[in-house]
């Protein structure tokens, strides 16, 4: 009965809100800046409270367990709505890449065929193509540069809220991996270094001034709270190494107070943290070396050896969308499950059936493609990857010298780390993580639109 109401709610809330409201959003262009706002800080809260899930097989363990609906794609799609309904001379109708997002979507569709469980593959893909929503939403959206104040604006509030709550939980509650209201720890650090970047380049802006310059910095500072707290070290490095980034661009553009201070204030925080997270990030790299010593490889390394196996068997279109939690435990998946099994049995476990009925899912985000999608999934993948740096790229040089160019530098960093980091987490298959990114990929498409409108009204 629960899922006929959710059916129900999804239907009004995509097939009749969706299109009222963007119609009524179409000529009040400060609210379609609120609402995109809006979505970004969605990212920040729990799940729960803008999504709701139909279907839902809680004891799976794929990456995902049901037909998500979202009010982050609703807002999406109303924001398409508004947006085609008053036209921008020159500019396309739809944004560059989507057509490459699609194509991996349907690859990923088409592994449903012949896969152990295809309700899974197209849980999936039900989630994955409405993605292409939020993709479209903020591509449509960002036509100037006020555009891309009030989001990194809200963003940065969101983030130094999150940063408030993390301390409350260490402090008060007792937590040492703080994940803040995110599913795990990693997922959070991820979302605050990607958002941090293009905010901080926003606040080195010499012409952002007044509380949307403190809330920035507040935001920036948070979020490298929240990953200290987290004690991710790859989310640390990520962090700094886009900050340094960032500055050394800022200093490119010549001497300036702002930049200097910031610089002054950044190599300050360095040595404080040096010194008060020591002793936490020494625990974390104890425990890490001395798992490393009892054992050759990590579990890590064993998932990994399983997505090779089911790549090998399966090379084109892989073992079936969100099918690797299926294919790699048993009953069903025992041929890839023995893999992890006779690991167990090295290290002088004793094996039971009934200990493999669940086993976890490999945490590379490029193995999961691999191994789910196969060499075709994992290509279509890659090209929308690249095709989402190459805009920011684009832009960055296009329109250096402007606030758009200086986010589009940073957003360009962000992604590529974000990319590179995906090789040992696959936290953009987490739902808010997934809008996060999809959100930004899309900025950055939104720009390149923009670039070739200019360019075909130039040429008129």
């Not at 010593?293 to 050896?305: A, P, S, T, W």
């Not at 009934?354 to 691999?370: F, G, R």
Request: hydrophobic letters at 50%.
């Amino acid at each position: 009965m629960m899922d006929l109401i959710k059916i129900l709610l999804a239907l009004v809330a995509y097939g009749a809100f969706a299109p009222w409201f963007g119609g009524w959003l179409a000529t009040r262009r400060n609210w379609q800046r609120g609402v995109f706002s809006l979505m970004l800080v969605l990212t920040a809260v729990r799940p729960g409270n803008f999504m709701l899930m139909i279907g839902s097989i809680e004891t799976y363990r794929g990456h995902t367990k049901g037909f998500e609906i979202s009010l982050i794609e609703v807002f999406a799609l109303a924001l398409i709505f508004a947006v085609r309904s008053t036209p921008v001379p020159g500019r396309a109708r739809l944004p560059p890449g989507l057509g490459l997002y699609l194509l991996w979507c349907s690859i990923g569709l088409v592994s449903a065929v012949g896969s152990y469980e295809p309700l899974y593959s197209l849980m999936s893909a039900c989630r994955f193509l409405k993605g292409a929503l939020t993709f479209t939403g903020a591509a449509l959206y960002l036509r100037d540069e006020e555009d891309l104040r009030w989001p990194l604006g809200a963003l940065a509030g969101a983030v130094f809220h999150q940063s408030l709550l993390c301390l409350k939980m260490r402090l008060l509650d007792g937590s040492w991996q703080v994940k803040g209201w995110f599913e795990h720890q990693n997922p959070m650090a991820m979302w605050c270094y990607m958002s941090a970047v293009p905010i901080l380049a926003l606040a080195l802006w010499p012409k952002v001034k007044g509380p949307l310059l403190w809330v920035c910095f507040a935001g920036f500072g948070g979020a490298g709270l929240c990953i200290l707290l987290s004690v991710s070290r790859a989310a640390l490095m990520a962090y700094i190494v886009g900050a340094v980034i960032v500055l050394v661009m800022a200093w490119l553009r010549g001497f300036s107070v702002r930049v200097a201070g910031f610089t002054l204030m950044g190599a300050i925080g360095a040595v404080l943290v040096f010194f008060f997270a020591l002793n936490s990030f020494r625990a974390r790299l104890d425990e890490v070396k001395n798992s490393s010593q009892v054992v050759e490889l990590d579990l890590r390394d064993i998932l990994n050896k399983q997505s090779s196996a089911m790549l090998k068997d399966h090379p084109l279109v892989g073992i079936g969308w969100n099918n690797f939690g299926i294919a790699n435990s048993r009953p069903r998946g025992d041929l890839y499950s023995d893999i992890l099994e006779q690991w167990d049995k090295e290290r002088g476990y004793t094996i039971y059936d009934e200990n493999y009925y669940a086993n976890p899912l490999t945490e590379s985000l490029y193995w999961l493609w691999l191994a789910e999608t196969g060499w075709l999934g994992f290509g279509s993948f890659l090209l929308f990857e690249a095709a989402t740096l190459w805009f920011a790229l684009r832009n960055a040089i296009a329109r250096r010298g402007t606030l758009m160019g200086a986010v589009a530098a940073a957003l360009f960093v962000s992604l590529t780390i974000c990319y590179l980091h995906g090789t040992v987490e696959r936290i953009l298959t987490q739902t808010k993580n997934l809008s996060h990114w999809l959100m930004l990929a899309g900025m950055v498409a939104g720009m390149e639109m923009n670039r070739r409108a200019a360019l075909k009204l130039k040429a008129c």
